[in-house]
Structures are given as structure tokens and as C-alpha cells.
């Protein structure tokens, strides 16, 4: 019998139960291998994450959230219910009451909005909603052709976004990992002074220490391997020692481990000391 017309059949719970069972069994796993000195040399080692293969399959994957043909998108791979974040939400929510129902994100590395159409059924009531999402060249084309609206914007650059945008929070989820240097580009962007920082979704080693890993993305997702940090939690919380007060922690949503290691997903939300 045809897959699709199965899920149809089927109550969306027991559909993405299904699918969450099929995952975890699936042989060809998302995996995490290796201990590199560099980034130059984890680099050399993968193809690396511009393939246009992720922007495909995610394009496709955030059209049917966007067309009401799928209720929610992670990843490139779609659901039939959505997966909330109630942390992050109440992070949004807190800075939006703060600015008199002004909500205005800075979703650095946010894909082509995955976090937007997450939340976005909590968020539309709000007086003022802007959501300006900073990627790759690629996926700025793509986002402003196919998924800009009056609240969702794409820019190539934190400086471009700033030109226009008046962010009162920063949105970093599952963005950090990814990065050469994750602790330059947080550093930068504290100093920014955003009212509220929200940090969703990244990985620290247990053991305290960062490691560089190349992340293997099974084919059924879509073929890809590329560098990925799992980050010093220590390390990480220096950076907003002296500018930042620490509202909340919660874990988040991965569960996958490192080759040989222990780690936690987690997320965070910050506030500037003189924000209400």
C-alpha cells in the first residue's frame, strides 16, 4: 500500500510516532566521528554543508509547512504536528512584553524560517512581528523568492540586516556548532547588545572540553557530511558573564551523541541587565 496514502489514513500522532521509531532504527544514522585539530583540517575531510542538496530537500520540506501540506519542518524532514519549543516561545513572549508587544528576531543562520513557521501560530497575535532571517547567499535568494512575507525577511549579513531592522532579540538554534569559530562570531555579536539572547539547540561535551566532529546526515534525510563542534559549556557562558543575566536554561530537542563521547543539547535565554 502506498506510504502516503497510509498517512493519511492514519491519526497524525500514531503517523509521526511511526516515523520516529523508523528513524531511531534506521541503519544509515546521523553519526558524529572524528577529534580534528582545525577546522581547515575537518574541512578537507567532508564536502562541507553549501551542497545544494540541503537547500533543496529544505526548501521542499518548508513549501509543504508553508502550503498547510505539513504541519512542521526540522532539519529538511517534515511532520504532521509541530514540535514546540515552550522555552523558546516563553523567551519570545518575555522579550515581546517587554517592548510593549514589539517583537522584532534576529535569527542568525535560521534556514529558510523553520523557526518562524514553528512559532508562528503563538506569535501572529502580536502588535508588531518582524522576523529577519541572516544565511548563506543561496538560501537568501531562495527565502526571498519563496517564503518572504510582511513579518519574515532574508538578509546576507548581520551589518545588512541592522541597516534596517531594530532587533530586540538575537536567535541562535543550532547555528553555533556549525560555525569556524563559534566563539569569535558569539563574542561579536554580544557585543551588539541585543536586549535578549536566545540559544537553542546547541551541543556541549559533558567532559567540558570542544571537540570538532564531522556530522554524517543519513541519505534518507539527504546525503551530506559536514564539520560540527560539540561546545565547552563553560567556555560558552564566559562569553555573557559580564554583559548578560541568565534568565533560563532548558534542554533542548537532539538527543544524538559524538562518537566515544558523552553531550548535552541545551538552550538558553539571556537578558541585558538594564532591559526590563
Not at 46 to 51: E, F, H, L, R
Amino acid at each position: 500500500m502506498n506510504k502516503r496514502f497510509l498517512e493519511r489514513l492514519l491519526p497524525p500522532i500514531v503517523v509521526d510516532a511511526v516515523r520516529r521509531v523508523t528513524m531511531g532504527r534506521q541503519p544509515d544514522r546521523l553519526r558524529f566521528t572524528g577529534d580534528f585539530a582545525s577546522w581547515e583540517e575537518a574541512a578537507q575531510a567532508s564536502p562541507g554543508y553549501a551542497a545544494p542538496v540541503i537547500l533543496e530537500k529544505t526548501r521542499a520540506a518548508l513549501l509543504r509547512v508553508k502550503n498547510g501540506e505539513a504541519a512542521y519542518e526540522r532539519d529538511s524532514v517534515t511532520f504532521t504536528t509541530i514540535v514546540y519549543s515552550f522555552p523558546l516561545l516563553a523567551g519570545l513572549l518575555r522579550a515581546t512584553t517587554a517592548h510593549d508587544g514589539r517583537l522584532s528576531v534576529l535569527d542568525f543562520g535560521g534556514s529558510l524560517g523553520s523557526t518562524y513557521f514553528q512559532c508562528r501560530r503563538f506569535l501572529s497575535p502580536l502588535k508588531e512581528l518582524r522576523w529577519s532571517i541572516v544565511e548563506q547567499p543561496a538560501h537568501v535568494i531562495c527565502g526571498q523568492k519563496e517564503f518572504a512575507n510582511e513579518h519574515l525577511r532574508f538578509y546576507e549579513s548581520i551589518e545588512t540586516c541592522l541597516r534596517v531592522e531594530r532587533p530586540n532579540v538575537l536567535l541562535l538554534s543550532s547555528v553555533l556548532q556549525y560555525l569556524p569559530k563559534p566563539y569569535d562570531l558569539l563574542w561579536d555579536l554580544i557585543r551588539q547588545a541585543f536586549d535578549y539572547v536566545i540559544v537553542d539547540r546547541t551541543a556541549f561535551l559533558r567532559s567540558g572540553r570542544d571537540r570538532l566532529t564531522l556530522e554524517h546526515v543519513p541519505a534518507w534525510i539527504y546525503p551530506a557530511v559536514y564539520p560540527a563542534w560539540f561546545l565547552s559549556e563553560k567556555r560558552f557562558l564566559a562569553l555573557f558573564a559580564d554583559r548578560y543575566e541568565l534568565l533560563a536554561s532548558f534542554p533542548g530537542l537532539d538527543t544524538t551523541q559524538p562518537d566515544g563521547d558523552e553531550a548535552d543539547y541545551k538552550g538558553f535565554i539571556f537578558k541585558r541587565p538594564d532591559t526590563r
